[in-house]
């Protein structure tokens, strides 16, 4: 009888053991997948986000150096390896519906991570243009760094380095050099009391340079 006893004893330890154990696996299963699922989501609403002003200027710096850009991008796919290793190994204990949700998660993930980098690419391309048709760094957030002197040679940069790559522009960025060209005319006006009589010649006969080649590409955009 003691026996029968000692041995129901033990099965049920061995049973509320087995409990606990299977209760564990599941609570970390269930981590696991929240984890990865909530860093995946977060991933994809940034990458499809406008970007801010501040996130502009935190890009800027990458395009700046782009080693930044590297090792933000490699710290990102470490922390979604990790997460992602975690439940690869719980795989086991989720049943159909929730794996074939995480290949759905690992998927939207990579496009969210290419669409990062595309926007990456969109930003280095821009502040490259503007650095080329203004020669100012592009850490700049305006063109408040020209001098009086400055100003006159940047008008002709602006205009023949425009007319040397005029056939390489879609329309967003040709909305992108008006806003800069008017950025322009704004410091210009604002230094009209310090300009040389060779100065504002300069800055007129780039500027009817400007309107040639803007009239032009209009008049090919409206065949």
Known sequence: MHTITKYSLLSICFLLLLSCNNNEANEESEI??????DYVTQTEAEANAELSETEMRA?????QDSTLWQTESAELMQEYD?????????IDTYDEARRAEIEDLDARYNMAIE?????YQEVSRRYKLREDLVGLPISADDLTAISATELAPTY???VDTLEDRVNEFETNEWNLIEGWWIALNNRKNALEGELSADA??????????????????LTVEGV
Do not use: H, L, W
Request: hydrophobic share 20%; charged share 45%; no cysteine.
């Open 156 to 158: 002709t940069r602006f």
């Open 200 to 217: 504002k010649r300069t800055i007129d006969n780039a500027t009817a340079q400007y309107k040639q080649i803007r009239e032009a590409e």
């Open 115 to 119: 669409n990062r980098e595309r926007k």
């Open 32 to 37: 696991a997948y929240t984890e990865y699922k």
């Open 82 to 90: 990790t997460r992602e290793k975690r439940v690869r190994n719980n």
């Open 59 to 63: 890009m800027r710096k990458s395009v």
